[in-house]
């Protein structure tokens, strides 16, 4: 199936809303987790809509992407969700993403 490149984009900007809303829902899910098990975390997800910001010479702080993913200041949700990695979850860091 031929998709035209304005459909491809509407398309691909619809499933990377509805993955940003799905990790907004999923606070018991931890960025570690995410980073052990895919490879990527929220963090992740806003460092890359920072770089295609930039690339196009859209203004976006880190801070403003952080949000964008999040749905509230980075901060705010550490404080509200975030918890203390465990013993097990820093080693399988160290196992997968060394250097990380």
């Not at 199936?1 to 491809?8: E, G, L």
């Not at 829902?25 to 295609?52: E, P, Y």
Request: proline residues 4%; hydrophobic residues 35%; negative net charge.
């Amino acid at each position: 199936m031929a998709i035209d490149d304005k459909t491809r984009t509407e398309l691909e900007a619809a499933a990377f809303r509805r993955l940003v809303e799905h990790l907004r829902t999923r606070t018991d899910v931890q960025n570690i987790d995410l980073m052990n098990l895919a490879g990527f975390c929220r963090n992740c997800l806003s460092n890359w809509l920072k770089d295609a910001a930039d690339a196009q010479g859209v203004p976006l702080s880190k801070d403003e992407s952080r949000e964008a993913v999040y749905g509230m200041p980075y901060e705010t949700w550490k404080s509200k969700h975030q918890g203390t990695a465990t013993p097990e979850q820093l080693e399988a860091m160290k196992k997968v993403h060394p250097g990380h």
